[in-house]
């Protein structure tokens, strides 16, 4: 399935570089979503942007900072993380309407930090 | 109360056997229901939304109480590829993002 796409899937890096993870979705949706996932953990909503304004930050460290330059894309840019945020982030998108419709999760990057 | 409660299970079941996961929710304002499954390491998948007068889809049937306010997910003759978290999932009412629950572990074993 390549409706929402997450690059890259794989990343490692150490506390100290800047990277950014990728979302794109090719579902014609209005709503996109940040989630975080630590190992046996629940879903952790991070960020959610509504055509392309950000409708929630829940309360996340600034040391993530999302981007979304338009309703197909979504960007989450990392700088200086700590050990505890090794998890794999998952990027979801939605039609309009944030509790109505159904989410449509990407494969994720599942980041390691050093 | 939490807005989205599991049983974390494990539910370990034999091939064949017919299982069934509840959830309850505490925002009686909530108007979408939907089950996810999620496998080891991957992505949450939909499985099935959950409609007002209960909808079936192969062996799976989903169902909603409004007045108690629980969904629950009944899988008929489990198979081994049934085996994965199968995750609750409501909206928080008004326009909010859906509320994901800690989900269900299934195991279904040979």
């Known amino acids: 399935e390549t409706g929402v796409t997450q690059t890259p899937r794989h990343l490692v890096m150490g506390m100290t570089n800047k990277k950014s993870l990728k979302c794109e979705q090719h579902?014609?949706?209005?709503?996109m979503y940040w989630y975080k996932q630590s190992a046996k953990k629940p879903l952790e909503l991070m960020f959610v942007?509504?055509?392309?304004?950000?409708?929630e930050n829940n309360s996340v460290p600034s040391r993530f900072s999302p981007e979304c330059p338009n309703s197909s894309h979504l960007f989450l840019h990392l700088h200086t993380l700590q050990p505890e945020d090794s998890a794999l982030y998952l990027c979801?998108?939605?039609?309009?309407?944030?509790?109505?419709?159904?989410?449509?999760f990407g494969p994720g990057t599942r980041l390691t930090v050093t | 109360r939490k807005e989205v409660e599991q049983d974390p299970g494990p539910f370990n079941v034999p091939e064949g056997a017919t299982v069934a996961f509840n959830c309850t929710y505490s925002n009686s304002a909530s108007q979408s229901f939907f089950w996810y499954r999620q496998d080891c390491r991957k992505e949450p998948k939909l499985l099935m939304s959950v409609y007002s007068s209960g909808n079936e889809d192969g062996r799976f049937t989903a169902q909603l109480n409004r007045a108690s306010q629980y969904i629950s997910l009944l899988i008929r003759d489990s198979k081994l590829s049934d085996s994965a978290t199968y995750l609750c999932v409501v909206n928080g009412g008004g326009n909010t993002p859906l509320v994901f629950g800690k989900g269900t572990r299934l195991s279904v074993i040979a």
């Open positions: 979801a998108s939605s039609q309009g309407g944030l509790g109505t419709y159904e989410q449509y």
């Open positions: 579902l014609g949706h209005n709503a």
């Open positions: 942007y509504n055509f392309k304004e950000q409708t």
